[in-house]
């Protein structure tokens, strides 16, 4: 299941620099590339979106393995 936190992390960080564009420039990288709310920008902020909620889990994991 490593893998898969070391892909939902580099997604989530990919889409905070995606939001630090946003928030510094007004430039949206993935509208830009794909498209303004198009069906493939929707499931790209998705996917980024489940990453991030999937990567909540990682605080009770870092917390139960630093207790070990």
């Given at each position: 299941?490593?893998?898969?936190?070391?892909?939902?992390?580099?997604i989530v960080i990919i889409g905070a620099v995606n939001w630090l564009l946003i928030g510094i420039f007004r430039f949206d990288l993935v509208a830009f590339?794909?498209?303004?709310?198009?069906?493939?920008?929707?499931?790209?902020?998705?996917?980024?979106?489940?990453?991030?909620?999937?990567?909540?889990?990682?605080y009770g994991r870092i917390g139960s393995a630093s207790d070990v």
């Open positions: 299941m490593k893998w898969f936190d070391n892909t939902s992390l580099t590339l794909f498209g303004n709310l198009t069906w493939l920008s929707r499931i790209i902020y998705t996917i980024v979106g489940l990453c991030g909620l999937y990567l909540i889990s990682l």
